[in-house]
């Protein structure tokens, strides 16, 4: 299992799930005791009943799972209020804490801030939004031909005076501004989480073949989304599609 790869490559797993189980059940008990991991919020608070975590039940289904090294490591554990910072959901939001020392082997890490979760570089759609968005600016406001305007201007010069530096600071500003408009614009894009392209490929095949079952079923010719679709995956219809 990947659990047990990982494992073994000296990485502690943490699995937060919404597992439709108490610990209690036997098929999320074995899975537990299999990967060898516990409930890490019921184990520091082992002497208190733990409470519901969704306002349907009783039950406690919402964890956070680790090993007996994370397990060291927590410092604080529990369960807010319903509604508590998730204001649109009916379960509980869970948390632990931990000691960063034990956990990264100093006191050095950095979460990352509130608004750098919202856009990273890495984030190949949403990197396609910001360079969309910039380029409009730019070319709104001539960036790139201002630039080598005042590039051509400063070449002719022996010394710049003040208002040549005037010329450049408000050019800069105004790149300053086009990239953090352009980053916030992407940053409000939701593309919900980034899954890997393997699971995307295997969501969109699972779609594709739904569709063609409906399609053999009601008798009807492939529809465009379904040759689109099949394309895109390097599938081949049959003679339904015309």
């Known amino acids: 299992m990947l659990i047990e790869e990982w494992g073994k490559k000296g990485f502690h797993p ?15 008990s074995d899975f537990m005791k299999e990967n060898g ?27 956070i799972l680790g090993d007996e090294h994370l397990r060291r490591a927590v410092v604080r554990a529990g ?28 006191d050095s890490f950095c979460p990352i801030q509130g608004y750098q979760r919202e856009f990273r570089l890495y984030d190949i759609k949403k990197k396609r939004i910001y360079q ?71 969501g969109a095949t699972i779609r594709l073949h739904k569709a063609i079952l409906s399609s053999i079923r009601n008798n009807m010719e492939y529809n465009n989304k379904i040759i689109n679709l099949a394309e895109t995956l390097s599938l081949k219809l049959d003679d339904r599609a015309k």
């Open 37 to 63: 991991v516990i409930d890490l919020i019921t184990d520091i608070h082992s002497e208190d009943e733990p409470p519901s975590t969704y306002s349907r039940g009783k039950k406690r289904i919402d964890l």
């Open 132 to 202: 969309e968005e910039l380029k409009k600016i730019y070319d709104h406001q001539r960036i790139i031909e201002r630039v080598n305007e005042l590039a051509e201007k400063f070449e002719k010069k022996i010394q710049l005076d003040d208002e040549d530096i005037k010329d450049y600071n408000r050019l800069d500003n105004e790149i300053i501004r086009a990239i953090k408009a352009a980053a916030a614009k992407a940053g409000r894009v939701n593309f919900g989480y980034q899954r890997s392209k393997d699971l995307c490929e295997a």
């Open 79 to 106: 369960s807010r209020d319903l509604h508590d910072g998730v204001s649109s959901s009916d379960h509980t939001m869970q948390y632990i804490d931990v000691d960063e020392k034990m956990i990264f082997g100093d």
């Open 14 to 28: 943490m699995i937060m799930m919404d597992a439709n189980a108490d610990v209690s059940e036997k098929q999320l």
